[in-house]
């Protein structure tokens, strides 16, 4: 409990008239001032009894008035998350008070702390949005409550409702939207091309009438001639594929382009990646390595995406340098089935002798995509217009940058690896891009 600003304006008003009937008694001395004094000092105990009633009336009603915390069941990261909060009034009087929270320190919000007048016996709802900066637990304390007394000299600060822990992930939110459309619509949304195939190396899927467009060869001439009309057979992408990612956790990876860092675009590019190869039927696996060094065996199944988000949602970029022999290896006794293993990293030129070989001991057994991440600002140096010495010396170490990681991405497709370029907010473009199309090919 403490003082109101109602209170604290009764002081500073006993205090002027204090001061005012001081002065009188000095300058003005006589029958009045004596009067007015001691109609000072009845009115101060009247105040004092007015003030002292007010603050021990109104503490055992507190009590009566309740809050409740209502948050999603997870957080998605750099979306704004709506968390409500619940007050009720058991009172029979109306009551005035501030509402706040204690969110975490892992969210952003501007919308607390929030005044609010409560009728009697009535409830109330509020609510303000939080977007989440970092992955991990967020954890929520109490809801804080300031009420007003009665006659609002005092405040109280309350606590209600118990702390809670809520998961925040990656952003799932476009998985959650995409899971209700048919795979070709999501792909399509995403502003993904797939080119169709027909032929050797996909699967039967089903018999359907023959349309324009179709291939003589997809005709099946016995169910033709039982239905007395073209029937063509369908085909599908082969399935029961094994794909891998390999994601690195080290140094580079702590860039920001935005709000996010890099790695919390790898984890929304091989969400979104994995969504799309477990619709296909595929099975799909990781590996993390430089810091938090994770392995999850390959898992298929739609469902299965719920499980990759929750071993991934609490993994973070590291302070140490990026290993690529030694994780290649580790790759290796890990897992032996043939496998499409996608390598998502940060390149630069001085990389090369560790990556070249790392690249060749894994594409001995498996089909290697390395994805590499561009730093947007690069982009936007070399789109500058040129105006002064310093702009032509940055777009010079600039090109010379971008020359030298181009020389080793080229060398990495001599080597038979497919190599994505990508800004990080496109990278799950381009990484569903090279996977579709090589199933498309019939390579996996």
């Not at 199944?301 to 290993?323: A, E, F, K, P, R």
Request: charged content about 25%.
């Amino acid at each position: 409990m403490k003082p109101g600003k109602q209170l604290l304006i009764l002081i500073y008003i006993m205090l002027l008239l204090a001061l005012v009937l001081v002065a009188g008694r000095l300058f003005m001395p006589g029958p009045y001032v004596e009067a007015a004094v001691s109609a000072w000092w009845w009115l101060t105990w009247l105040a004092i009894a007015v003030v002292v009633i007010d603050g021990f009336y109104w503490r055992g009603d507190v009590k009566h008035i309740q809050a409740s915390r209502e948050t999603p069941g997870s957080l998605a990261l750099g979306v704004d998350n709506e968390v409500v909060l619940h007050i009720q009034n058991n009172l029979s009087r109306a009551v005035a008070l501030s509402v706040t929270d204690e969110y975490p320190d892992e969210v952003l919000t501007e919308d607390i702390p929030r005044p609010l007048v409560l009728d009697e016996n009535y409830n109330a709802s509020i609510s303000y949005n939080v977007t989440p900066v970092k992955r991990g637990d967020a954890n929520f304390g109490k809801i804080c409550l300031r009420i007003m007394s009665r006659m609002k000299f005092w405040e109280y600060d309350v606590k209600r409702d118990e702390a809670e822990t809520v998961k925040i992930y990656p952003n799932f939110r476009s998985i959650a939207h995409l899971k209700t459309l048919g795979l070709h619509q999501h792909i399509q949304q995403m502003g993904i091309h797939v080119k169709q195939r027909r032929g050797q190396g996909l699967d039967f899927h089903q018999l359907r009438e023959f349309r324009e467009g179709d291939s003589v060869n997809q005709i099946d001439w016995k169910a033709t001639a039982r239905m007395r009309k073209p029937i063509a057979r369908e085909y599908q992408d082969e399935r029961d594929q094994d794909i891998i990612f390999l994601l690195d956790c080290g140094r580079r990876m702590h860039a920001r382009d935005g709000q996010l860092n890099h790695f919390d675009h790898v984890l929304n590019a091989f969400l979104l990646t994995s969504h799309v190869a477990l619709r296909q039927g595929d099975a799909v696996g990781l590996m993390t390595f430089a810091g938090q060094e994770r392995w999850i065996a390959p898992v298929k199944g739609q469902h299965n995406i719920n499980t990759l988000l929750n071993q991934v949602y609490d993994l973070h970029s590291s302070t140490d340098t990026s290993d690529f022999s030694q994780a290649a290896q580790q790759l290796l006794n890990q897992h032996r089935k043939r496998s499409l293993v996608i390598l998502i990293t940060n390149l630069h030129d001085e990389d090369k002798d560790d990556l070249k070989p790392a690249i060749q001991l894994i594409s001995k057994r498996h089909l290697v995509i390395v994805a590499n991440l561009r730093e947007q600002f690069i982009d936007a140096v070399m789109n500058k217009p040129v105006r002064n010495f310093n702009n032509a010396l940055n777009y010079a170490a600039t090109s010379e940058f971008i020359v030298r990681r181009r020389y080793l991405m080229d060398s990495l497709r001599k080597q038979g690896v497919f190599v994505a370029d990508s800004v990080p907010h496109l990278l799950h473009v381009d990484l569903i891009n090279e996977y579709l199309a090589l199933k498309r090919r019939g390579q996996i």
